[in-house]
């Protein structure tokens, strides 16, 4: 069952003109599975995403979220895959994998028609970044603070902004005292509470 999510107590979605987007929280602040929904609301409104994660949870999350109609989603081990599953609307690649996950963004032909997702974005070495920074449709997830390229984020042109506690680094965001499970979202169009309603 899809989860929703509501910006200031109205239902919210989010569109592929609304990213870059920067999703920063600490573990157990609910910014992964705020994530999560955004990206499955995009991919039932068919858009095409790459899904790498440093931890296997959030793929299982996914998957719950966007139902029991998996046929359009390729699972990604090797490049080998890509090879025979390219035109999936979602890849998903293997956890962790940082050479599987260059190798992709390196070879996919269209790679600018998808929105790829990095979450985790605190567990990764530069390497993974380098080829992203161009890129209009990313969403980068995790802990910024803690994150090698915090500050070349930083300095990306961020259209959503998304923070569930006031990030060390300099960014354009000043986050109130928030409730548990509560981030504050800013961005050229909004900005406000939001948070996710489990179904």
């Given at each position: 069952?899809?989860?929703k999510?509501y910006?200031n107590?109205?239902?919210?979605?989010?569109?592929?003109?609304?990213l870059?987007?920067?999703v920063?929280?600490?573990s157990?602040?609910g910014?992964?599975?705020l994530?999560v929904?955004?990206?499955?609301?995009?991919a039932?409104?068919?858009s095409?995403?790459?899904?790498?994660?440093a931890?296997?949870?959030?793929?299982?999350?996914?998957l719950?979220?966007i139902?029991?109609?998996?046929?359009?989603i390729?699972f990604?081990?090797?490049i080998?895959?890509?090879?025979?599953?390219?035109?999936?609307?979602?890849?998903?690649?293997?956890?962790?994998?940082?050479?599987?996950?260059?190798?992709?963004?390196?070879?996919i032909?269209?790679?600018?028609?998808?929105?790829?997702?990095?979450?985790?974005?605190?567990?990764?070495?530069?390497?993974?970044?380098?080829n992203?920074?161009?890129?209009e449709?990313?969403?980068?997830?995790?802990?910024?603070?803690?994150?090698?390229?915090?500050?070349k984020i930083?300095?990306l042109n961020?259209?959503?902004l998304i923070?569930?506690?006031?990030?060390?680094?300099?960014?354009?965001?000043?986050?109130g005292?928030?409730?548990?499970?509560?981030?504050y979202?800013?961005?050229?169009?909004?900005?406000?509470?939001?948070?996710?309603?489990i179904?």
């Open positions: 069952m899809h989860d999510i910006l107590k109205e239902p919210y979605m989010i569109t592929e003109s609304d870059p987007c920067l920063t929280y600490k157990g602040m910014g992964s599975h994530t929904t955004l990206v499955s609301d995009l039932l409104r068919g095409k995403i790459i899904f790498f994660t931890y296997p949870m959030a793929g299982d999350n996914f719950k979220q139902g029991t109609n998996h046929s359009n390729a990604i081990n090797s080998s895959d890509l090879k025979s599953q390219s035109e999936a609307q979602i890849l998903i690649l293997e956890s962790g994998n940082e050479q599987l996950f260059i190798d992709v963004v390196n070879s032909p269209d790679l600018q028609e998808r929105i790829v997702l990095i979450k985790n974005i605190e567990m990764f070495t530069s390497k993974v970044f380098e992203c920074f161009a890129l449709k990313i969403i980068l997830s995790g802990d910024i603070d803690n994150c090698i390229a915090k500050e930083s300095k961020l259209k959503t923070a569930f506690n006031q990030p060390e680094i300099n960014l354009p965001i000043k986050i005292t928030l409730e548990k499970y509560i981030g979202l800013q961005s050229d169009k909004k900005s406000g509470n939001i948070s996710v309603k179904n």
